[in-house]
Nanobody, 123 residues
């Protein structure tokens, strides 16, 4: 009923920038918190940034001052602008959304994940 589709990953040199996008589609009633997480090879998935329905943001210490999360509620989309990228930012980046959706007359609230997009920072 609901899908999250990420885009914007790729290969970039250290110091470069990338912008990730994640669009939610389906029978969505409202989206609460949206966020980005990442998982490097051999490591656990970790929080990168979140943004609430009221636009309050939260960042991992490792990305503060370099990454910026934003959302477009009209498009059900969340963005992650990543600047001054470092090799340690290399990971698969996952979009997450806490949302309410509808099936006929019933409403559900669930946590959804995207399929992930690879970000590689290397010379």
């Amino acid at each position: 009923q609901v899908q999250l589709v990420e885009s914007g990953g790729g290969l970039v040199q250290p110091g470069g920038s990338l912008r990730l996008s994640c669009a939610a589609s389906g029978s969505i009633v409202s989206i609460n918190t949206m966020g980005w997480y990442r998982q490097a090879l051999g490591k656990e998935r970790e929080l990168v940034a979140t943004i609430s329905i009221g636009d309050s943001t939260n960042y991992a210490d490792s990305v503060k001052g370099r990454f910026a999360i934003s959302r477009d509620n009209a498009k059900n989309t969340v963005y992650l602008q990543m600047n001054n990228l470092k090799p340690e930012d290399t990971a698969v980046y996952y979009c997450n959304a806490d949302l309410t959706w509808r099936s006929l007359t019933l409403y559900y609230r669930n946590d959804y994940w995207g399929q992930g997009t690879q970000v590689t920072v290397a010379p």
